[in-house]
């Protein structure tokens, strides 16, 4: 039976051997330059796609939030990296929890953070990993300047429960020489106060075939570069063949010669443009263009394509951001061959 027949539009479809080859491309890179893969899992949400990413040579799984980490670690997967500052009862009862079924480590970038997780695993039997998170340029959290990874540095090697792991950051990206010289200042400071820095953990799938140009970084993080996506071909990383995840979609109204509507709208596709023109690529009529997203309708501009769809035509689009749209879907198919499996995306809605 074709795939036109079982799959119902719109869907995320997830193309395995592409997938697979963006998989072993990457590990390739990092075993060449002897840096550690850490796969970011937010871009797919999948303990299967996860594992494969293991058995490619990952050394372990980074996720943004502890929801994504426990079905994770139910799925058996033990090495796992939650970079994010987790406030809150609740939560560090959660991330106990976790820590006593995997290996676990987390981030801080302030005190208060810190103390809350002491208090916490003071009392669990091991303690926890805590790398230090660094705003090397990218202006997202971390820590300011090397002082300030001094002070939280003390803080943590002096607190009950918790074991200093080293720093973590999310790079500006195309900034090599930047984030070497400020992680290299900053470990630097470390080793002066007698602190360890076991680990430096960088990131980002833009920057990732340059990621040796960052040696002191053993560590690398990467999400998007499983799938791939619009923005990365857009900005040179990648073909379109590279891309695993196109959304299908059918025309369901031509109203005008220069106008026709597709039923993925907003709920299907991300409303991020990343400095493009429009909201994805449209794989059958490149020259079309995606102008305008409600709730249930995609409007597409014909008036500079000499594609002429007719209504009930089916059509694949890459996202211009691949991980928000697989967060958008209960489940996807994995195409492989002419196998299809429709599978649930266990990791999708855990934002806590």
Not at 19 to 35: G, L, M, P, V, W
Not at 181 to 186: D, G
Request: glycine share 8%; aromatic share 4%; net charge neutral.
């Amino acid at each position: 039976m074709s795939s036109e027949k079982i799959i119902e539009t719109p869907a995320v479809l997830i193309d395995l051997e592409v997938a697979k080859k963006n998989i072993t491309r990457f590990q390739e890179h990092c075993d060449q330059y002897s840096i550690a893969l850490r796969p970011h899992i937010k871009t797919h949400k999948l303990p299967s796609m996860a594992k494969l990413q293991i058995a490619a040579g990952a050394v372990g799984i980074t996720c943004q939030k502890i929801g994504e980490a426990e079905v994770m670690a139910d799925a058996g997967i033990l090495d796992i990296l939650i970079t994010y500052n987790i406030l809150g009862a609740s939560k560090l009862a959660r991330l106990a929890k976790l820590a006593r079924r995997c290996n676990l480590s987390v981030v801080a970038d302030n005190a208060v953070v810190v103390k809350g997780l002491s208090q916490t695993f003071s009392q669990e039997k091991k303690s926890l990993e805590i790398l230090i998170e660094c705003d090397t340029g990218a202006g997202r959290c971390g820590v300011q300047t090397t002082d300030a990874v001094v002070e939280l540095a003390k803080i943590i090697y002096s607190s009950k429960g918790l074991t200093l792991g080293g720093l973590m950051t999310y790079p500006p990206m195309g900034k090599s020489q930047q984030v070497e010289n400020w992680l290299k200042k900053a470990k630097d400071a470390l080793a002066t106060n007698d602190l360890p820095c076991p680990k430096i953990s960088s990131g980002g799938t833009p920057n990732m075939w340059k990621s040796q140009e960052v040696p002191i970084a053993d560590e690398h993080r990467s999400g998007t570069y499983i799938y791939n996506d619009r923005s990365l071909i857009n900005t040179g990383h990648c073909t379109r063949n590279d891309c695993a995840l196109s959304v299908r979609a059918t025309v369901v109204s031509t109203p005008t010669p220069d106008r026709a509507i597709i039923d993925a709208g907003s709920k299907m596709l991300t409303s991020d443009l990343l400095g493009m023109k429009g909201f994805g690529l449209i794989v059958e009529a490149p020259d079309a263009q995606l102008v305008s997203l409600s709730e249930e309708h995609g409007i597409i501009n014909l008036s500079e394509s000499t594609w002429q769809p007719k209504v009930g035509e089916l059509i694949h689009i890459i996202p211009n951001h691949a991980c928000v749209v697989t967060n958008m879907v209960d489940h996807v198919y994995l195409i492989e061959g002419n196998r299809i499996e429709k599978t649930p995306v266990l990791a999708r809605g855990r934002v806590t």
